[in-house]
């Protein structure tokens, strides 16, 4: 069978359609044109996530959310993996936390799980 082949532009499109769903669309997230996507071969991670605000001087001012084709092999992996990257870029947009999992992430992370049916313990 066929690996699901990721490419940025379904990255893109996984992250347009969370952006526009609950909880999401009440957190003013910016539009995928200013997100950098890109498809990642790591074997240790679904996903990471790089903001803007933690960038060096001269870079340009997108965050960046990477997915790993080694490790999200469906699509409902790949929508649960953007998922939980865009609960670290809204944590680094309104600066309550720098990529990391603490109690403010964790309560998001129950909410969009909730909503969304994606599995808590996975999440
Ligand atoms: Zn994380």
Not at 85 to 111: C, S, V, W
């Amino acid at each position: 069978m066929a690996r699901l082949p990721l490419t940025p532009e379904m990255l893109e499109s996984a992250y347009e359609y969370l952006r526009v769903s609950p909880p999401y669309c009440g957190w003013n997230l910016p539009h995928a044109d200013h997100v950098m996507f890109r498809v990642m071969g790591a074997k240790d991670r679904f996903g990471h996530f790089r903001g803007r605000h933690r960038r060096a001087r001269g870079d340009d001012d997108f965050s960046e959310i990477a997915i790993s084709a080694g490790m999200v092999s469906s699509s409902d992996l790949l929508i649960a993996t953007m998922a939980h990257e865009m609960i670290h870029l809204y944590q680094d947009e309104t600066g309550t936390a720098r990529g990391h999992h603490n109690p403010k992430f964790r309560k998001l992370a129950k909410r969009v799980c909730a909503i969304h049916g994606f599995d808590p313990e996975t999440f």
